[in-house]
């Protein structure tokens, strides 16, 4: 389907540089794949309907990038393939600045603007039908990571990117390879996404903060979710300079929650509590509900491990009723009135729980563990908090099975089943003394 507003490239002579040659074989053979055709089918096509006898060797040559075609056969490869060619009078810059206004509105937490410039870009699907075909890849691989989450859309795309990654500039080939690294980061691929960061860094300029803040971010997630905030601590600081060179302060203000996350790790509760303080106060000129509703869970937890119930309440309280819900925030009032002795309470508190459409199997084994406690069926509350513990570790979330296993070690030394209490204990020594 070739229409008027194309235009045809100087295929027959000398004016096509290297790059134009290789971006227009490898737009021919990426169209070429994605019809599902082999270069055998069509040299036999170029021959039988338009009498063209072209060599498999030649067509390669011209999908690699190391002879151009005449236009001729040019024009006979775009109908065999039934594509356009258009004409790039638009700005070439205009999807590197778009993919980075994308990554930009990730960085300073724009969902709803990150989101229109997806929308927009995916309308205008011409650009697949252009030599700017390797940038629409890459928006829609950034799409795919951050909106739909659709592995099976994103391991395609990869592929794809992967063959063509090298038509890419150096700062959207950084782009690339740091959302390569935040697939790998949500998949639990940490190795991989680590080795994918470092790539980008060797490719972008040291002025680039904003690229070099969501690497370091990332890099510091990984290391707080391998159990070293130590060094995620590191991490955190250097994002924390780098976005502060961009004035994006929401996403310092973000950093320095992440911060009080491995203060927290590190058994340094009031240096946590007085940073998640502080964010709160900053963040509440700002419209950044959910990022708030973060921080009261954060908080909320922090004041769990300090056995300050009464505030733990209060802050679970302002989480859930603003719409956040993280699974284990449904177990902090319940356990709150436990270890405060407001059994009554706690068991009203259970029964509004237990209703909640997002409640699943592990919060029912806990509330189940909290009831036998209470009722001096010591055995059946271990029990359940035992089967609850295995399902915390299936989850690696290091904070909640630290939070488990104290009072597995607690319930089982009250109940004199000392070899086990050692065993827990072990466990968690082992956990808290990995930093």
């Not at 056995?307 to 709150?336: C, D, H, M, Q």
């Not at 609850?388 to 630290?402: A, G, N, P, R, S």
Request: include cysteine.
């Amino acid at each position: 389907m070739i229409t008027n507003n194309i235009r045809m490239l100087e295929l027959e002579n000398n004016s096509l540089t290297t790059d134009q040659i290789i971006l227009i074989g490898s737009y021919v053979n990426f169209h070429r794949k994605k019809k599902g055709l082999s270069l055998e089918n069509v040299c036999y096509i170029l021959k039988e309907k338009y009498s063209i006898d072209v060599s498999k060797g030649r067509l390669s040559k011209f999908e690699n990038g190391k002879r151009p075609l005449s236009e001729s056969i040019f024009i006979k490869l775009l109908m065999i393939l039934d594509i356009e060619l258009y004409d790039n009078d638009f700005d070439e810059s205009n999807l590197s600045n778009l993919i980075f206004d994308a990554l930009n509105c990730f960085c300073e937490l724009e969902t709803d603007e990150e989101q229109k410039i997806f929308n927009d870009v995916l309308e205008c699907s011409h650009y697949l039908y252009s030599l700017e075909f390797i940038k629409y890849l890459l928006i829609m691989l950034m799409y795919n990571i951050r909106i739909t989450k659709n592995q099976e859309d994103i391991s395609i795309l990869l592929v794809q990117l992967d063959k063509y990654s090298h038509l890419l500039n150096d700062k959207d080939f950084a782009i690339y390879m740091i959302y390569r690294g935040i697939n790998n980061y949500n998949i639990n691929k940490y190795t991989n996404a680590v080795s994918n960061f470092d790539v980008a860094l060797k490719r972008i300029n040291n002025d680039d903060n904003t690229l070099k803040g969501i690497i370091y971010y990332y890099i510091n997630f990984i290391e707080q979710s391998l159990n070293h905030p130590i060094i995620a601590m590191r991490y955190c600081n250097i994002a924390i300079s780098e976005f502060s060179k961009t004035s994006n302060f929401t996403r310092v203000l973000s950093l320095k929650m992440h911060l009080g996350n491995c203060y927290t790790r590190l058994n340094q509760f009031e240096e946590a509590k007085q940073l998640f303080l502080e964010v709160l106060t900053k963040m509440r000129s700002l419209k950044r509900v959910n990022f708030k509703n973060c921080i009261y869970y954060n908080l909320s937890g922090l004041l769990l491990k300090m056995e300050n119930y009464e505030e733990a309440i209060k802050y679970t309280r302002i989480a859930l009723s603003s719409g956040l819900f993280v699974e284990y925030t449904l177990i902090y009032i319940p356990y709150s009135l436990y270890r405060l002795n407001r059994i009554d309470e706690m068991m009203t508190e259970i029964e509004i729980a237990s209703k909640h459409p997002n409640i699943c199997k592990m919060q029912i084994l806990f509330f189940k563990a909290l009831t036998s406690k209470v009722n001096s069926n010591h055995n059946d509350a271990i029990g359940y908090l035992k089967r609850y513990y295995k399902l915390i570790c299936k989850q690696k979330d290091i904070e909640t099975e630290t939070f488990t296993l104290r009072i597995l070690f607690q319930w089982l030394s009250d109940n004199r089943q000392y070899e086990e209490a050692v065993d827990y204990a072990t466990r968690l020594i082992k956990l808290t003394s990995s930093h």
